[in-house]
């Protein structure tokens, strides 16, 4: 036998070897675990680092001379004969405001004030007339009003836009840029928080200056409550019967089996399923947040159920016992006393599906909540549900697909919308769940 | 004694009406439970009944063994499945490549050598990676992974080979679905090695070998059908996907082997013979459903196979 280490204290080279594959192995954890947090954290900054900039908005402002010539000939105020004016006849007072700019901020340039007009967005003349529409005794007066400008002088003032990057670019020339420069030194350009971006609708390809995602939130807001008017009853009803009264019989296994595997099966087969039965079989209309939420409610109502019956499972079954005991049904036990017990548990669960139907994309694709405009806001409870709607993740994707990259920054900027949201519902779990649960 | 009589006939009278509602109560309860039955019994029929439809004028053979997609809407497709096939799973191959060693060292690092305060926070966020939609990944794929992709392999890239043409491609898709399915990955194989018996490791510690030791030759080994049930789970929801392959994929159908070229996969074909004005009469639109059931079917074996297992190991160490 031959001794390998000489002295007790001292590690031999194979005792060494083993320690530091042992040390090897631990890092290899390590850097896993952080390789993990380090992508998500990639992930977030990139998200915030693009969407940010949706947030805000640049505007131009204006003294605009409402010219009675212009608008209302005939002088009387006939609010039918103004609503006749098309955008066409408010051009000339936003060229002869933009010339009145260049005299007074003392810009020098070459260009004319018809090209000064151009920095303003294409929805410009129209937000103008919707000024005038909406009260009339502006008519005659100048009124300092903030345009948008385009989507290019908005970029330029983000960093997004360059000198270099706009070489080929029609849309806009250097000299532009150097009158914008002048406008932003002036005071008369200025970048600002953007409301519109969160409340308003969506604009069209054009236009990615004012597209805002507020009426696809509305979408998705419908949608929510159809999910949770459906599933939160019918999830609840069937975890009640499956954990409490459900004899063990092939039926009740072929139930269960049955829920499992539903939340597994892919979101898209949900929406072809969606397609084949509401659409074509009972003929309700494309792109209604009601069907949205009907597909989306199939989807949920396993994870309700599932987390419906872990919540009444934890409930001891002492407390039924008792119930018993003193002579309830097993009904009443079960009504009054395990449910509300288990019901911090259940809004949990129900916040968390519903969290996660809303950042669910790929059945709506289906159901055409993807491809068109959602520019007009729902008035009635009626037309949330029933009109063609877009939804929150259906947005971002239909920005995402456009041709001009303005629109990538709404779309990372609707995604920051979303996350709050999730992170808002996520919070609310968890508070519920520290507050409520009771530990038996 | 009448009072008691009278008492006792308007109690019955009570108890009989009680009886009843609760009949009724518990009718709704059944009903509500077989919903779920009812749901699964729809996803099939409203498949079946298009996908018959289909190969009454579509070969069922040309979709199961031709081997080319070329989808026309004047009339003579050929819609063959396999190229769609290979796509999707050389994808969900890349994303499971990026996907289980991550995830299987971090459930290995969390269950064996993680304190409780490390524990109780990486955990939690590493689920956050679940818990994104799959929409910011698809404009993750889309907008920063594919671009950035594109100027590592691209012309005049990093590294000085073009490989790379366009965005999309397989890697793309794949290195971003991967990171979606770390979570599912880590904790699944979590809780399967925290279940391996504590006695398991003090033999192997006992015997003088070292942690790492035990954890690749003991834990490992015992955990093993566990974490391959995990990695099926992931896999089926791989295949399943649908986002971030529509934003990083492409849309060209070939079966090849270089990664940096775009495919295509079931998921993002369903989506584009549905979507826009679809007739319902021609085999273009109606292979949709074809396609449908058979990732239905698929990602339903795997999630069978994958729970039998786990279900298995789990009787095993109760």
């Known amino acids: 036998m031959t001794l390998r280490s000489k002295s007790l204290f001292a590690a031999d080279p194979h005792i060494q070897s083993r320690k530091r594959a042992d040390a090897r192995f631990k890092?290899?954890?390590?850097?896993?675990?952080?390789?993990?947090?380090?992508?998500?954290?990639?992930?977030?900054?990139?998200?915030?680092?693009?969407?940010?900039?949706a947030f805000q908005q640049s505007y131009l402002t204006l003294e605009v001379e409402l010219l009675e010539s212009k608008l209302d000939k005939n002088g009387n105020r006939d609010i039918e004969e103004i609503k006749k004016v098309t955008t066409f006849g408010y051009d000339p007072l936003l060229t002869a405001a933009a010339e009145r700019l260049i005299e007074t901020q003392n810009i020098q340039t070459d260009l004319r004030a018809k090209d000064i007009a151009k920095l303003l967005s294409k929805s410009a003349v129209s937000d103008l007339r919707d000024f005038v529409v909406a009260d009339t005794s502006r008519i005659g007066r100048t009124v300092s009003f903030d345009f948008l400008v385009n989507a290019r002088v908005d970029g330029y003032l983000k960093g997004r836009v360059t000198r270099e990057s706009i070489a080929d670019d029609k849309m806009i020339s250097a000299e532009q840029l150097d009158a914008v420069d002048q406008l932003v030194a002036a005071g008369a350009l200025v970048k600002r928080f953007n409301l519109d971006f969160i409340l308003g609708s969506d604009a069209s390809d054009q236009r990615p200056e004012a597209a805002g995602i507020g009426t696809a939130m509305l979408g998705s807001l419908a949608m929510m409550l159809v999910v949770l008017v459906l599933t939160l009853p019918v999830g609840v009803s069937a975890s009640i019967y499956l954990e409490e009264f459900?004899?063990?019989?092939?039926l009740t296994d072929l139930i269960e089996v049955n829920i499992s595997n539903l939340a597994a099966v892919p979101s898209i087969v949900f929406g072809i399923l969606g397609l084949a039965v509401f659409i074509n079989i009972l003929h309700l209309p494309m792109s209604a947040p009601l069907v949205g939420g009907l597909v989306l409610s199939l989807m949920t109502l396993p994870t309700i159920i599932i987390s419906s019956r872990a919540a009444m499972k934890s409930v001891p079954p002492s407390i039924?016992?008792?119930?018993?005991g003193v002579g309830a049904s097993r009904m009443q036990a079960v009504f009054h006393h395990v449910l509300p017990l288990a019901a911090p548990g259940i809004l949990t669960g129900t916040i968390i599906?519903?969290?996660?139907a809303l950042g669910e994309t790929a059945p709506l694709l289906l159901i055409g909540m993807v491809g068109f405009i959602a520019s007009t806001t729902p008035e009635t409870m009626g037309d949330a549900l029933l009109a063609p709607n877009s939804a929150l993740p259906a947005q971002i994707f239909e920005w995402a697909k456009r041709a001009d990259p303005a629109f990538y920054e709404r779309a990372w900027g609707g995604i920051i919308v979303l996350l709050v949201f999730l992170v808002a519902m996520n919070a609310v779990a968890i508070l519920l769940r520290r507050r409520f649960e009771r530990r038996w | 004694m009448t009072g008691l009589l009278l008492t006792d006939s308007r109690q019955s009278q009570r108890r009989s009406r009680q009886r009843r509602l609760e009949a009724i109560v518990m009718g709704l309860l059944i009903s509500a439970a077989s919903i779920a039955i009812l749901v699964t019994i729809g996803i099939v029929l409203s498949m079946a009944f298009e996908t018959v439809h289909f190969f009454r004028i579509y070969d069922w053979t040309k979709f199961f063994f031709g081997s080319t997609w070329s989808?026309?809407?004047?009339?003579?497709?050929?819609l063959a499945i396999l190229p769609l096939l290979w796509g999707t799973l050389y994808i969900s191959a890349v994303a499971l490549?990026?996907?289980?060693?991550?995830?299987?060292?971090?459930?290995v690092y969390l269950a064996e050598f993680a304190g409780p305060k490390v524990r109780a926070t990486a955990k939690p966020l590493l689920e956050l990676l679940a818990g994104i939609p799959t929409i910011v990944y698809g404009l993750f794929a889309l907008i920063t992974v594919g671009p950035g992709l594109v100027r590592l392999f691209g012309e005049g890239g990093v590294f000085g080979v073009s490989w790379m043409a366009g965005a999309s491609s397989v890697l793309t898709a794949g290195l971003v679905m991967g990171i979606?399915?770390?979570?599912?990955?880590?904790?699944?194989?979590?809780?399967?090695?925290?279940?391996?018996?504590?006695?398991?490791r003090d033999g192997s510690l006992g015997l003088g070998a070292t942690r790492s030791e035990t954890i690749r030759q003991v834990v490992l080994p015992a955990a093993l059908p566990g974490v391959v049930g995990a990695i099926l789970l992931a896999a089926s929801r791989a295949i399943g996907e649908t986002m971030i392959v529509v934003m990083g994929a492409g849309a060209v159908a070939k079966i090849s082997g270089n990664p940096f070229e775009a495919m295509t996969t079931i998921t993002t074909r369903i989506v584009s013979q549905l979507t826009g004005d679809s007739d319902f009469t021609s085999p273009e639109?109606?292979?949709?459903?074809?396609?449908?059931?058979?990732?239905?079917?698929?990602?339903?074996?795997?999630n069978i196979v994958a729970l039998a297992v786990v279900r298995k190991y789990r009787e095993q160490y109760e």
């Open chain 2, 285 to 302: 639109t109606l292979v949709a459903f074809a396609l449908g059931i058979s990732l239905f079917v698929l990602t339903l074996g795997l």
């Open chain 1, 353 to 356: 599906g519903l969290a996660q």
């Open chain 1, 246 to 250: 459900a004899p063990k019989n092939r």
């Open chain 1, 27 to 53: 890092l290899y954890g390590l850097a896993a675990i952080l390789a993990g947090l380090a992508l998500l954290a990639v992930l977030l900054g990139t998200v915030i680092g693009n969407g940010l900039g």
């Open chain 1, 320 to 324: 039924r016992d008792a119930a018993l």
């Open chain 2, 71 to 78: 989808p026309n809407f004047r009339g003579d497709s050929e």
């Open chain 2, 180 to 200: 979606m399915l770390i979570p599912f990955v880590s904790s699944l194989s979590d809780d399967i090695i925290n279940a391996v018996p504590q006695s398991l």
């Open chain 2, 97 to 107: 490549f990026v996907a289980v060693p991550v995830g299987l060292f971090a459930a």
